[in-house]
């Protein structure tokens, strides 16, 4: 799926998503990431099964207004020990597919607002 250029190019916006990699700025990213207007955090071959802890603080130290999950193609309740986790930072966060949680990413970039999305591709 190809997405519209109508964001801001200093900042990383996702340009494109396939089942098994995401376009960030039109580069080919074949493993899941965290990614903020100016950061990309690469998590190698991570899938739902190895989101932890330590990745949700990962996303936390971006300073985000809204963390978005993306799950892979299908969308996955988070384990009760990481619900815990996101709702004691007191920030927003959403749990959808990948794909939507590409969309909805550009959508608040182009809104200037600081979103933060954890892109979970499926093994």
Do not use: W
């Amino acid at each position: 799926m190809k997405f519209t250029e109508d964001l801001d190019k200093s900042k990383n916006s996702i340009t494109g998503y396939e089942a098994n990699t995401i376009h960030v700025n039109h580069k080919i990213i074949t493993q899941s990431l965290i990614l903020a207007p100016d950061a990309l955090v690469l998590l190698g071959d991570s899938s739902l099964r190895h989101l932890n802890s330590t990745q949700i603080e990962q996303a936390k130290a971006l300073t985000p207004e809204v963390i978005l999950i993306g799950t892979g193609k299908s969308q996955h309740m988070l384990s009760k020990d990481l619900l815990k986790q996101l709702v004691m930072l007191g920030i927003g966060y959403e749990v959808m597919t990948t794909k939507a949680a590409c969309r909805t990413y550009n959508i608040l970039l182009s809104e200037d607002r600081r979103a933060v999305a954890i892109l979970l591709l499926d093994e």
